[in-house]
């Protein structure tokens, strides 16, 4: 018994340190820490496009901070838009008048939204609650065609 015990300890033991050297294949994943997102500042936002291109056909991931009190003004995209909440509290509004005090609902962090085709959409943040900070993953180009009734 003891010496299965001695072998053991000797066996996790030299394995051990090999679980603190792994790492990722980049011919079977492409990951980024937190650290690693290059974020391009803004007074209404900060946003980060860690998968894909914005100005280019395929598959893209737009990071946006909306900071409190501005938001977009109403318009659509030509591609559906799938949105995941991943911090604080972002506000969305289907109309085409633009008024973020009375238009607009809150998404809490962890909430799910999908912007249908041409569907009309406006977002940002507002003062009582703070930065606002969701992931869109879509199909890029990224577009958008104003749809504000003013």
């Not at 939204?113 to 992931?135: I, M, R």
Request: charged share 15%; with cysteine.
């Amino acid at each position: 018994m003891i010496k299965t015990l001695l072998l053991a300890s000797a066996f996790l033991g030299a394995t051990l340190p090999a679980f603190g050297q792994a790492t990722i294949n980049p011919n079977n994943a492409i990951a980024l820490t937190p650290d690693q997102i290059q974020w391009k500042k803004g007074e209404a936002n900060d946003t980060a496009w860690p998968i894909g291109d914005p100005q280019k056909p395929g598959a893209c991931l737009e990071l946006i901070k909306w900071h409190p009190g501005h938001f977009s003004h109403p318009h659509y995209h030509n591609h559906a838009r799938y949105a995941v909440v991943i911090d604080g509290t972002w506000w969305v509004s289907t109309s085409t008048t633009y008024d973020p005090d009375h238009n607009t609902v809150p998404y809490a962090k962890g909430s799910v939204l999908t912007d249908l085709v041409k569907g009309t959409h406006y977002d940002g943040a507002k003062p009582e609650t703070g930065d606002g900070t969701v992931a869109i993953f879509m199909d890029c180009p990224l577009d958008a065609v104003s749809t504000e009734v003013k």
